[in-house]
C-alpha cells in the first residue's frame, strides 16, 4: 500500500507540474487578450512576443500626427461669406460643383451640400473648377481666379473661393483639423512619463501643431532614432514617416514585417493614449500572474510531500490544479 501511495503522490506531483507549466506559458496570451478586451476597440491587437519589452524599456512617442493629432482628411473649418445673406447659397454652390471633382480638397468641400445638379464641370489646372449647379455658373478655386482679395494660404490652411453667376460670394477655409481630443491626450501622456515628438510636414504645420499641442515637442522632418532610448512610433500604414520599421515598436493600424507593437485600426491619439496606459500596467501584472502560479505550485507539491502516509494526496493535486486560473485571473481584476 504503501509503494502505491508513493506512485500516487509521483502522479499527483506530475499533475501539478504539468498544469502549473501550461499555466505559466498561458499567462501572457491570456494578458493581450485582456488588454484587446480593455482597450475598447474590438480591432486592437498586442502584437509580437517582445512587444511589452519595447514599450516598457521606451519613454518617447514619435508621432506623424496626421490620423493621430489630426482628424486625417481635409475639412472645411471656415466659411466667410462677403454678405451673410450668402452664406447658404455659398455652401450649396461651391458643394454641390465639387461633387463633380475628385481631390482631397474638393472631397472636403462636397460635404457641405448634397450632390446638384452639376453639370459641365471641368478642372482648371493651378486655378480650380468651373462648371453650372442648376443652370447657374460657378467657379471655385484660387482667390486670384475668382478676383476675390484673401491672404494667401498659410502652409495649413487652404483657402479656396467661390463665384456663383459671375460675382464672388465669398471663401473656403480647408483644413486637416485638430482632434478635440488631442491637446488632452497628449498632456495626460506626458504626465504619465512620455515624451511626446510630433514629426511636422512643414514649418506651417510646425507653428500650428505647436500652438494647438503646447505639451508637445514638433520638429520638422523627423527626429534622429540614436538618443538611447528606442522610440514608439504611431503611425498609420499609409504615412509619409517611414520609421516604424526602425523603431522599439509601433503603433499602426498595419504593422511591418516582423515587428512588435499595437496594430489598431484607428490611430487617433486619444485611443493610442488609453492603450499605453494599459500597457504600463501590463508587465507588473504579468509578474503577478505568474508569481501566482508559482506559489500556487508550490504550496500543491509541498502538500504532497509533507502529507501522512495514507492521506488522499489526489485531493491536494486537484485543489491546486484549480486554484491555478484564480492565479492567473487575479491580478487582472479592477484593473483600468
Known amino acids: 500500500m504503501t509503494g502505491l501511495l508513493s506512485l500516487t503522490s509521483v ?30 476597440d474590438s480591432r486592437t491587437r498586442l502584437v509580437g512576443r517582445g512587444a511589452l519589452d ?20 481635409l475639412r472645411v473649418v471656415g466659411v466667410e461669406p462677403i454678405d451673410p445673406e450668402h452664406d447658404r447659397s ?3 454652390f461651391a458643394g454641390a460643383l465639387q461633387h463633380g471633382a475628385d481631390d482631397p480638397v474638393a472631397r472636403a468641400i462636397s460635404r457641405l451640400s448634397a450632390r446638384g445638379g452639376a453639370t459641365e464641370v471641368k478642372h482648371v489646372p493651378g486655378l480650380g473648377t468651373a462648371g453650372r449647379v442648376d443652370r ?11 478676383g476675390l482679395d484673401r491672404p494667401p494660404d498659410d502652409g495649413w490652411h487652404q483657402v479656396v473661393a467661390v463665384e456663383v453667376d459671375g460675382r464672388a460670394l465669398g471663401s473656403l477655409t480647408v483644413a486637416d483639423p485638430v482632434r478635440d481630443q488631442a491637446p488632452g491626450a497628449v498632456a495626460s501622456l506626458v504626465a504619465d512619463g512620455w515624451r511626446v515628438v510630433l514629426v511636422a510636414p512643414s514649418d506651417a504645420a510646425v507653428r500650428h501643431l505647436s500652438a494647438a499641442v503646447p505639451c508637445a515637442t514638433v520638429v520638422r522632418d523627423g527626429p534622429t532614432l540614436e538618443d538611447g532610448t528606442d522610440p514608439v512610433v504611431v503611425a498609420r500604414s499609409s504615412t509619409a514617416l517611414d520609421l516604424r520599421s526602425a523603431a522599439g515598436a509601433a503603433v499602426s493600424d498595419r504593422l511591418p514585417t516582423r515587428s512588435a507593437g499595437v496594430a489598431m485600426e484607428d490611430v487617433a491619439i486619444h485611443h493610442v493614449a488609453a492603450v499605453l496606459r494599459l500597457l504600463r500596467g501590463a508587465r507588473p501584472r504579468l509578474r503577478a500572474m505568474r508569481l501566482g502560479v ?40 479592477r484593473w483600468t
Open 90 to 92: 455659398l455652401r450649396w
Open 294 to 333: 508559482l506559489v500556487v505550485a508550490a504550496a500543491g507539491t509541498g502538500s504532497l510531500l509533507l502529507a501522512p502516509p495514507g492521506s488522499p494526496e489526489v485531493f491536494a493535486a486537484v485543489a491546486s490544479v484549480l486554484a491555478l486560473p484564480a492565479a492567473l485571473m487575479l491580478p487582472l481584476a
Open 136 to 146: 447657374h455658373p460657378v467657379r471655385v478655386g484660387a482667390s486670384e481666379w475668382i
Open 54 to 73: 519595447a514599450f516598457a524599456r521606451s519613454d518617447t512617442l514619435v508621432v506623424d500626427p496626421v490620423g493621430s493629432i489630426t482628424v486625417g482628411e
Open 11 to 40: 502522479l499527483a506531483a506530475a499533475a501539478i507540474v504539468v498544469a502549473a507549466a501550461i499555466a505559466w506559458w498561458s499567462a501572457r496570451p491570456i494578458l493581450h487578450a485582456s488588454i484587446h478586451r480593455r482597450s475598447g
